[in-house]
């Protein structure tokens, strides 16, 4: 690895990047070339094989050294063990963020549930459907084409093949039945 004093000089930096590699980008590419697989390897076991935090967690460390290039000393031998320190606190805070921070919840199931509307317009039909079956089939008929295919008396009259007046008499009794037997199941308004 090269000397870090050299990388802190201002002016160079700017000036050697039209022409060679700057001073920067030879220190993180010998950073990197050097100590990533290694410290790639020792974060895995951290993080319990978490590929992706783990690459996460050796970039940061990489940047943080990068950062921290003029007051690295060099002449104290490698940095690795400044890096495996510098990757350990990194992946303890982002343990200690977590377990501070309330976990996100995904939406997606709440989404699956249906709203407290659904709910009871679900339980009406089903009282509904229930009270239905103790009608007559004649009853149950005329009842359906009409208020639940949104059907006139006539064209209810006209498929059921029974005159309209017989239709409107049928819809008059089906109305008390049903409305009986919702009484019957509790089914006040």
Do not use: K
């Amino acid at each position: 690895m090269r000397n870090h004093a050299a990388v802190t000089d201002g002016p160079s930096r700017n000036r050697t990047r039209g022409r060679a590699q700057a001073p920067d980008e030879e220190l993180m590419r010998s950073l990197y070339h050097e100590h990533a697989a290694p410290l790639l390897t020792y974060v895995l076991r951290l993080v319990a094989g978490d590929r992706h935090r783990a690459e996460d967690v050796v970039q940061e460390t990489l940047v943080r050294a990068w950062r921290s290039a003029d007051r690295l000393d060099q002449s104290a031998g490698s940095l690795r063990p400044w890096l495996v320190t510098v990757a350990r606190r990194i992946v303890i805070d982002g343990h200690r963020s977590r377990r501070a921070r309330p976990q996100e919840v995904d939406p997606a199931p709440l989404e699956l549930l249906p709203a407290e509307d659904e709910l009871d317009r679900a339980l009406r039909m089903m009282t509904i459907s229930d009270a239905l079956d103790d009608l007559t089939p004649a009853h149950r008929e005329i009842l359906v084409e009409t208020y639940f295919r949104s059907r006139t008396v006539d064209e209810a009259a006209g498929l059921l093949g029974i005159p309209s007046g017989t239709a409107r008499s049928r819809l008059y009794y089906a109305l008390r039945s049903l409305r009986l037997a919702l009484e019957e199941r509790g089914v006040t308004s």
